[in-house]
């Protein structure tokens, strides 16, 4: 039986996906098939701002009134 979110290192040849997490639910296990996704290292990308700068947002609170 597996469980649903149970990560296993992938066998395959593919080093560039060292592990595999099942995503199928239980109620599935009589198949002979798994939902699996591959869990693979990403590289470091740089952090966006917390607030992205906008020069649309709004430059009075009128400009964000749809019915005027």
Known sequence: ??????????????????YVVVVQSKIFDASPRRVVVPLVESPPSPTPPASP???????TASSCNPWK
């Not at 039986?1 to 060292?18: E, L, S």
Request: proline content about 8%.
């Open 1 to 18: 039986m597996t469980d649903q979110f149970d990560v296993y290192a992938n066998v395959g040849q593919n080093k560039n996906i060292p």
């Open 53 to 59: 700068r906008n020069s649309r947002w709004p430059a």
